[in-house]
């Protein structure tokens, strides 16, 4: 079932508002407060004029459990009153609707244009997988924007970015991306995960579809999975549609904990936004740092950018350390409070070192031209209190 946008009055409500009450019914099952978690594979007929009325599309209701779920279909409801889109579609990863979508939407021949600082798996899955299906794919440099519309042929399906993008937090300029997309008929996709509907709202720039990986800021607590596509009804229909075959579904129970998640999100957003940006100005005055990567400060460069279309800067700080892998390391091993992992978005701030982690299969040479130096960071900032973070931190760095 497609997850129509709600009223006017609803979308008039403020992110918090929303975040609380959006898509969900007011009158529940045996008059819970919370939506039920319909834990269940398949739904069943009372008899042939309820089979009859259903295929006729007489009554709006759930067949079978891959095809959706009433707990999922509230918090597809409330994410698409927080993004202000149309319908929504939940998938069971974040990867599970970027590769269901992709593969929904294109066909042998197709061409798609994809800028070169994206999650590591989305960039293997378009480079690698589907061209084994035929599909072209061409890389723009980010933030060259004449290169990305020379890259631009006539079958030319799909342009798809990040903003920010992982790790050094780049602003794509979704007016000028927008503007292209329009001027060339191409879909314009957008992976907002480091971002969330909090900070930023695509669809207002024309992109045409959103994506987020639920696991991240949508969900807040680091104990699920979820995957979100937003846009039009038309398109998200067509993937919804090819979703029944690839069979990606959320599960209730987790699209539960997803909806659970969501009452706090902007609390948790707002609170990250906030201790991201005294950590990041904290760390670029400290001795020991090289260069702080926040779209935030007046050094990122594209703050400009950021300030114009971001409402805030959201959790994660990159940074650079003054030394080499021994300090990383050193660094790594002195922390007692941040937990060394990677993902973003949870309630516990989590600080990875790519080059150790999401790089190791790389030789040094590999990852150095792609920007994962050994003294590099990605601290993803949780809802602790940000003084806390500072301290481990400064506790860490003064052994480096
Ligand atoms: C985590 C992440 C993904 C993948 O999402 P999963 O839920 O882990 O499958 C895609 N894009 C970005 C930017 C991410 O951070």
């Not at 004449?146 to 300029?173: A, C, G, M, Q």
């Not at 922390?335 to 978005?345: D, K, M, V």
């Not at 949870?346 to 150095?368: C, K």
């Amino acid at each position: 079932m497609a997850a129509k946008k709600k009223s006017k009055k609803e979308s008039r409500r403020g992110m918090s508002t929303r975040a609380v009450h959006a898509g969900e019914d007011r009158h529940k099952w045996a008059d819970t407060i919370t939506t039920p978690i319909a834990q269940t594979s398949t739904f069943v007929f009372k008899n042939v004029k309820d089979i009859q009325d259903y295929t006729s599309k007489k009554k709006a209701r759930f067949e079978y459990g891959r095809y959706g779920n009433p707990t999922e279909l509230a918090a597809a409801r409330k994410l698409a009153a927080l993004e202000g889109a149309e319908d929504c579609q939940l998938f069971a990863t974040g990867m599970s609707a970027v590769t269901t979508t992709f593969l929904a939407l294109l066909s042998k021949g197709d061409h798609i244009v994809i800028t070169d600082d994206i999650y590591k798996k989305t960039w293997s899955f378009c480079t690698n997988d589907l061209a084994r299906f035929g599909v072209d794919c061409s890389i723009a440099p980010m933030g060259d924007y004449k290169k990305l519309e020379s890259l631009i042929r006539p079958n030319t399906k799909i342009i798809f970015s990040e903003s920010p993008t992982n790790p050094y937090l780049f602003i794509v300029d979704l007016e000028k991306l927008g503007d292209i997309a329009r001027r060339k008929k191409t879909l314009l996709m957008i992976d907002g995960t480091f971002a969330t509907p909090y900070n930023q709202q695509p669809i207002q720039y024309g992109v045409d579809l959103v994506m987020h990986s639920g696991t991240k800021y949508l969900g807040g607590h680091n104990d699920l999975l979820a995957g979100v596509i937003m846009g039009s009804r038309k398109i998200v229909d067509e993937i919804r549609t090819f979703l029944k075959t690839t069979g990606g579904t959320i599960d209730p129970h987790c699209a539960y904990l997803l909806l659970r998640g969501l009452k706090t999100f902007s609390l948790r957003v707002e609170r990250s936004n906030q201790s991201a940006m005294a950590i990041a100005q904290c760390l670029e005055k400290h001795p020991k740092i090289q260069r702080v990567y926040y779209p935030g400060l007046k050094s990122h460069p594209q703050h400009r950018v950021a300030k114009r279309q971001m409402r805030g800067f959201g959790g994660v700080v990159t940074f650079l350390i003054k030394g080499n892998m021994t300090a990383a390391k050193r660094l790594l091993n002195a922390l007692e409070l941040c937990y060394i992992g990677p993902s973003l978005g949870g309630t516990e701030t989590l600080i990875t070192h790519p080059a150790l982690v999401s790089y190791y299969d790389m030789t040094r040479q590999e990852r150095m031209a792609l920007g994962i130096y050994d003294e590099l960071f990605r601290l993803a900032v949780g809802v602790e209190d940000p003084e806390d973070i500072i301290a481990d931190l400064k506790q860490a760095l003064a052994g480096v």
